[in-house]
């Protein structure tokens, strides 16, 4: 972690920081014990040996002695915590994985076994997983009765999540969940990347699909050797689905044509399928973020691809400053 003082940058100021109190604190008392020693030596060595004994140990020298040594010290330990200044624009290479992110934003995501809501689960789920990669390409997908491209693919992360918190209750299609749609979508994005040696497709929804052409999509995906991870949002207990109003506020549940409450349950079975069939596999999103561990080891194991070079400001070390002047420091009390 980087420590930003003004314009200097500490790169290892967590590791040291306690360090460098406690190294102060001793040179403080050494220096402190050494002229008292001094003092009291004056007083009990008689006056007749005083130039022979105490020649080697007048104030002075011991004085620029120690404080050399403090300093040596005090550069040292400088070092140590890798000062860092003057930026200097460095290209960078990149190489890293393509990841599209399925989203389901049908009526059923409002369920509430997930808390806020299935939605807002699935939401902080992505977030928490892309936390913990890097330099992947991600793109956003939304889906329900028709897919819509939200966000190409982009290591541009802050884009992302901007995209991705724009998504809320009013966002929520009317439609009911076609799988289909959104791999068909998928496929269609990765079309032009037949060199790519990794395509994924993550799925966050509750499983209810109302697909027509499930089958065949899931064919063409592995023919392009798409591989699909599946999210199961929601518990198979199930959960009734909010009525909002146009002002969001809930004015019921979702009842079917006899009157009766409908309960969204998670369909696991169809989403294990689709995994299986597409060499992907199957995480059951979870409030404990056991998931996130899992997936993250999962994605490693894919290849990477090389990305486009990146040009970043990088801050230059400084530390050699600070080891050369300890280097002159402790040299010139050891020569003394």
């Not at 200044?85 to 369920?111: C, H, T």
């Not at 689960?121 to 977030?127: D, L, R, S, T, V």
Request: glycine share 6%; net charge neutral; proline share 2%.
């Amino acid at each position: 972690m980087i420590q930003n003082f003004d314009s200097i940058y500490w790169a290892g100021m967590s590791s040291w920081l306690y360090a460098i109190y406690i190294v102060f604190f001793v040179m403080f008392c050494l220096c402190v014990k050494g002229f008292k020693f001094y003092k009291v030596l004056q007083k009990i060595v008689p006056h007749k040996i005083h130039a022979s004994l105490l020649r080697n140990t007048s104030l002075l020298r011991y004085t620029i002695k120690s404080l050399l040594f403090l300093f040596g010290c005090i550069f040292l330990m400088v070092a140590l915590l890798r000062p860092q200044w003057d930026k200097k624009e460095e290209l960078v290479e990149q190489e890293g994985r393509d990841l599209l992110i399925a989203l389901d934003i049908s009526r059923s995501m409002l369920a509430q076994d997930e808390k806020p809501n299935r939605l807002e689960f699935a939401k902080q789920k992505i977030k928490k997983i892309l936390y913990n990669l890097s330099c992947e390409r991600v793109g956003l997908i939304l889906f329900s009765g028709t897919t819509v491209l939200q966000c190409p693919l982009t290591t541009d992360y802050a884009a992302f999540f901007m995209f991705l918190d724009q998504i809320d209750a009013e966002t929520i299609s009317s439609g009911t969940t076609t799988l289909d749609q959104a791999i068909r979508q998928a496929i269609s994005v990765y079309d032009n990347m037949s060199s790519r040696k990794t395509k994924l497709l993550f799925l966050f929804t509750d499983g209810e699909d109302f697909s027509t052409n499930l089958t065949g999509v899931k064919e063409k995906a592995a023919e392009q050797k798409l591989s699909i991870v599946t999210f199961g949002i929601g518990s198979e207990h199930g959960a009734p689905v909010p009525v909002l109003d146009a002002q969001g506020k809930q004015t019921g549940f979702e009842k079917d044509l006899d009157g009766s409450i409908i309960m969204s349950k998670l369909n696991e079975g169809i989403l294990k399928n689709l995994s299986k069939q597409t060499g992907g596999k199957y995480f059951h999103a979870s409030s404990s973020d056991t998931d996130v561990q899992q997936v993250i080891q999962y994605v490693q194991k894919f290849e990477k691809d090389k990305l486009e070079d990146k040009t970043v400001d990088q801050l230059q070390e400084k530390y050699h400053y600070f080891v050369a002047g300890a280097f002159v420091c402790l040299a010139l009390e050891w020569l003394l």
